[in-house]
């Protein structure tokens, strides 16, 4: 089941940032739980590949997920580029063509 994710909460337009494949069987709230994980930056960027390099040394990216396609290209500014922000409340994810918006405390069907 596709997860479409758009981040809306710090921008001017709701911008489609990623999808998230995930398996059928879950249940979709448990599955947005899933999304929000998958597309935080916790130890490393989830939108910027399976690999990282800083500082002349390339590092394994622990917040990459195969089954995250980035969709809106990254931002390159002075020659470096910048990941995605992390999912926030206010950012809202559509699924089975509900919009699910991330609230303060889980997911609101909106």
Known sequence: MQYQVFH????????HVANVELND???VEEGLEKVF??????DGSW?????????????DN??????????KPLEVKDNKEWGHRSTSCGDYVVVNGEKWL???VGWEKI
């Open 8 to 15: 809306k909460a710090f921008e001017q337009e709701a911008m």
């Open 25 to 27: 069987n879950i249940p």
């Open 37 to 42: 994980r998958m597309t935080n930056n916790v």
């Open 47 to 59: 939108s910027k590949g399976p690999t990282y390099t800083f500082a002349g040394k390339t590092y």
């Open 62 to 71: 622990p917040d990459y997920f195969k089954n995250v396609e980035v969709v």
């Open 102 to 104: 991330c609230a303060m």
